[in-house]
């Protein structure tokens, strides 16, 4: 998509006419493209309790979702002087999250992608690396605020004369902080071939792992060091 700068400074700085800044007498304005072409604009707009005030970026992605949704192709981000400013480090993350790596912003000698100006970004992929399908055996989402806590029970069972591995995850993380937490299971697993893939299905879940023997040993697949009570850690076959 062609990016007229001019026009798009242009609305910025019309913005920027409308800005309500009477505490820091720094007016702000933005202007972005969307992909299906059309222009939405932004102000800053502060507020007697400092903290609370917002950037020209926040009016932006605002009208941004108001009007239709959309990914920002190129912004504009002006100040009193109509020069080109550059946001600041939450707006950069709210224009990586409605424009990605490759969204443009103004800035002198030339355009800058938001990857440039926010390398090594949080954005919703990494959210999916954890709750998303990628993540391996999803967690039901009833379960989700559960999620990190507790202890997932590795053991060895039957099914059909052949050994089989399943799991269970319990409420009780083991810590005396936890010690008044209800007790009870959360979910039970399903019937996996080998206890490397039960591990991986309780990895999801806690931190937490605990690996059950035949004979009733204990050892630990979880992170950090084993607890007191299991002496060994679990060693993949």
Not at 56 to 85: F, H, I, K, Q
Not at 189 to 208: D, K, S
């Amino acid at each position: 998509m062609e990016i007229d700068w001019a026009a798009l400074r242009a609305a910025a700085i019309e913005a920027m006419r409308h800005a309500y800044a009477p505490y820091s007498d720094f007016p702000v304005g933005v202007a972005g493209l969307v992909d299906d072409g059309r222009v939405v604009v932004g102000c800053n707009v502060e507020n007697a309790s400092y903290g609370v005030g917002l950037c020209a970026e926040c009016g932006l992605v605002s009208s941004l979702a108001a009007t239709g949704g959309g990914r920002l192709v190129a912004v504009s981000c002006v100040d009193a002087n109509g020069n080109p400013l550059m946001p600041c480090g939450r707006c950069r993350q709210l224009l990586w999250e409605h424009g990605g790596a490759d969204c443009l912003v103004e800035a002198v000698p030339r355009p800058l992608t938001m990857a440039e100006l926010l390398p090594h970004a949080f954005g919703p992929e990494d959210l999916d690396k954890v709750n998303g399908p990628a993540s391996g055996p999803e967690v039901p989402a009833a379960l989700a605020k559960w999620r990190g806590r507790g202890t997932v029970f590795v053991h060895p069972d039957l099914s059909g004369g052949a050994t089989v591995w399943t799991g269970y995850w319990e409420r009780s993380g083991g810590s005396p902080q936890e010690s008044d937490v209800a007790k009870g299971v959360l979910e039970e697993g399903p019937n996996f071939p080998t206890a490397a893939e039960a591990v991986a299905w309780g990895q999801v879940r806690t931190p937490r792992i605990v690996v059950v023997a035949a004979d009733g040993g204990l050892t630990w697949a979880g992170e950090g060091e084993p607890p007191e009570g299991i002496p060994d850690r679990w060693q993949q076959d």
